[in-house]
């Protein structure tokens, strides 16, 4: 197809009529121009007018012409004075017209009552220097936004005529915002009063995405009277002057509540601003919860918390891990609040005070920040936090101890305890009765014991808080485990060495009972028996074995020449409740080692009870007539006559009358 001849198709220039003499003009003394001007100057440089403008227009990256978002759909949106409105609820992407621009005159805003679910694709708006229309994102009274990131968007908006500055991402009273997506935002709020996100007496809710926010004089990165709930995505924060970095402006502190659910959270305060509370001497208040994430809070200069403020109760819970640190080379308390503390976490927290001056006492990391008495700087009161108890070991039938040590702050506070247990299979945590020092000691424990979790709530008040601070801490819990205790090893009762036991079989906690284990002295000889024990009794008790179990129990020592037999004494299955004395089933004896079994409630178990406990008094025996001890081993008859012969001759040869000379 033929292409258009520029000048004949595409751009069509009325010739202009003749103009009329001066006689028409009544006054004029202008003449006509000549013929030849239409055609050789004033038709051609109107051309190159147009021409120029057209390119200009079309030009990459000129944005500074109104209309330079680009919505899809086009239905249910208009233009008014530069502001791109969403009036119609429904799914929209927003982008630059020209992609990789910046607009400097064109903005956002989501009419009243309308429900929309925006994506942000690339959007670009600095409008920092005007001073009409300049919130870059506006969500009116009662909007709801559900606001997608996708690629790199920035939202920074500029201040009113009055010198107000707009919030980057403004959300209007009973207004909700919804942050969700892969892509990320950075917005940056006006001059003066501007937060990077936020507004007053609105919802805020934060699932991803990576946000960057900054707040300008007198107002928080994020929030200024907002609801903030933050479920994931990596949040970097920082307040302008007087403001918190997540939380309170300077001029009302924290009015609603900040929920932290999961994410990676850094919040820096502004000079006079928390890193997570209140705004302006970390004043307001409200609710700090934090159930998960990663939390680094950082105040800004003064005396301010890294995470709280004045009558802001906190607390922290769940599994998140927290870093919160004072205004640094002053007095701000690194978790503070005139209000309650409540920590009970599996993670990990990390509080540091304000390090103090001349003028101001430092912070304590968790209590209250430092102060000026009229004649001294004044360290906070409170407690760091304080590390769990340690796992312990122990066998069957030992004692244990569990302890925690609080280290105070400033003029310490009245510490309190409770120790508490969450059973082996739960279901929930119980007060130890009791327990209420530092230290928790349990005696005689038993195998079912074993895998049990011990903590201790350590609650600090009064002394040097604040009316109206209480702390409420809660240590990672520590584990009883268990020492094996299937090996037994006693010192003879007759001094001449030591003996050893060993049991298996029975289940894996089938192990012995120290308290209930030992060798005792020898004993007479039982009457009417022809047989005494050299070595004394071995008597013990298992626990822990599996009900009506059979255990092997295997016994070394030191010497077993002459020993003929091992017994045992107790009731046994036939004999009719009645203790006597009877041989093992199973009996070995090798070298000098002795092996037999008994069965849970059979045959070796004195309480003949299928209970998982075996008791077992016993020893090695030898024959009445051997004496009181064991046989020692003596030369043979040959040897011997042959020892008689050898001293008779020396005798002999001894004699006087048999020497020479």
């Known amino acids: 197809m033929e292409m258009p001849r520029l000048s004949e198709n595409l751009i069509r220039i009325r010739p202009h009529a003749p103009l009329q003499s001066a006689t028409h003009f009544p006054g004029s003394t202008h003449s006509p121009p000549p013929a030849s001007f239409h055609g050789r100057f004033f038709s051609p440089f109107r051309h190159f007018l147009f021409a120029l403008l057209g390119a200009l227009l079309l030009a990459p990256g000129f944005a500074q012409a109104a209309n330079q978002l680009a919505v899809n759909p086009t239905g249910g949106s208009y233009w008014s004075n530069n502001e791109l409105h969403i009036s119609i609820s429904g799914n929209y992407t927003i982008s630059m017209a020209s992609p990789g621009a910046t607009t400097t005159t064109d903005s956002i805003v989501v009419d009243p009552g309308v429900t929309a679910h925006v994506t942000l694709n690339g959007v670009k708006i600095n409008l920092s220097s005007n001073q009409d229309n300049s919130c870059a994102f506006n969500i009116a009274s009662g909007a709801t936004v559900n606001l997608t990131l996708g690629g790199d968007n920035v939202l920074t908006s500029g201040v009113d005529s009055y010198g107000s500055g707009y919030d980057g991402l403004s959300v209007q009273s009973n207004s909700t915002l919804t942050i969700d997506g892969t892509g990320t935002l950075t917005a940056t709020g006006g001059n003066i009063n501007g937060a990077g996100i936020g507004g007053g007496g609105n919802s805020i809710t934060i699932n991803n995405g990576t946000i960057t926010a900054y707040g300008g004089l007198n107002a928080p990165g994020i929030g200024g009277g907002s609801d903030i709930t933050i479920n994931g995505g990596t949040i970097n924060a920082t307040g302008g002057s007087w403001g918190a970095g997540i939380g309170g402006r300077g001029d009302g502190g924290l009015v609603h509540t900040i929920t ?54 906190i607390t922290i819970t769940g599994n998140a891990s927290v870093t919160a640190t004072g205004s640094p080379g002053s007095g701000g308390a690194g978790i503070g609040s005139s209000n309650t503390i409540t920590i009970d976490t599996t993670g990990t ?35 760091s936090p304080i590390a769990a108890p340690a796992d312990a070991s122990v066998v069957v039938g030992g004692n244990v101890t569990f302890t925690v040590s609080v280290t105070t702050a400033g003029t310490a506070p009245n510490l309190g305890y409770q120790w508490q247990v969450f059973a082996n299979g739960g279901p929930t ?5 009791g327990a209420t020092a530092p230290t928790l000691t349990l005696n005689g424990v038993t195998a079912d014991m074993y895998g049990n979790q011990y903590r201790c709530v350590v609650t600090a008040a009064n002394g040097g808080l604040s009316t109206g601070t209480s702390i409420t801490y809660t240590t990672h819990p520590a584990k009883l485990l268990q020492t094996s205790n299937s090996q037994f090893t006693s010192a003879l009762p007759t001094g001449v060495g030591t003996m050893s036991a060993t049991v298996s079989g029975g289940g894996s906690t089938c192990v012995f009972n120290p308290s209930a284990t030992q060798m005792i002295a020898p004993s007479s000889v039982p009457a009417g028996q022809p047989f005494q024990f050299p070595y004394g009794l071995f008597t013990f008790e298992l626990t822990g074995c599996t009900p009506g179990s059979t255990v092997t129990v295997t016994t070394i020592w030191p010497n077993l020449s002459g020993v003929t ?64 001890s064991v046989n020692v081993p003596t030369l043979s008859e040959w040897a011997l006559a042959a020892l008689a012969l050898a001293l008779g001759w020396m005798a002999l040869v001894s004699l006087p009358g048999r020497r020479k000379g």
């Open 260 to 313: 932290i659910n999961g994410g990676t959270i850094n919040a820096t305060g502004g000079s006079l601003g928390a890193g997570i509370g209140g705004g302006s001497t970390g004043g307001g208040s409200g609710v700090i919860t934090i159930h998960g994430g990663l939390i680094n809070a950082t105040a800004g200069s003064g005396d301010v918390p890294g995470i709280g403020g004045n009558y802001i109760p």
């Open 349 to 383: 927290v990390i509080a540091t005070g304000g390090g103090g001056n001349t003028t101001v006492g430092g912070g304590a990391p968790i209590g209250n920040s430092g102060f000026n008495n009229g004649t001294a700087p004044v360290t906070g009161s409170g407690i």
């Open 429 to 433: 945590w119980a007060n130890v009765p």
């Open 565 to 628: 037999g091992y017994m045992k004494y107790g009731p046994t299955p036939t004999s009719g409740g009645q203790s006597v004395w009877y041989a093992p089933a199973n009996l070995q004896i090798a070298g000098n080692t002795i092996t037999y079994t008994v069965q849970d409630g059979g045959l070796g178990d004195n309480d003949l009870s299928a209970n998982g406990v075996i008791r077992d008094p016993g020893g090695p025996t030898i024959p009445l007539s051997s004496g009181n």
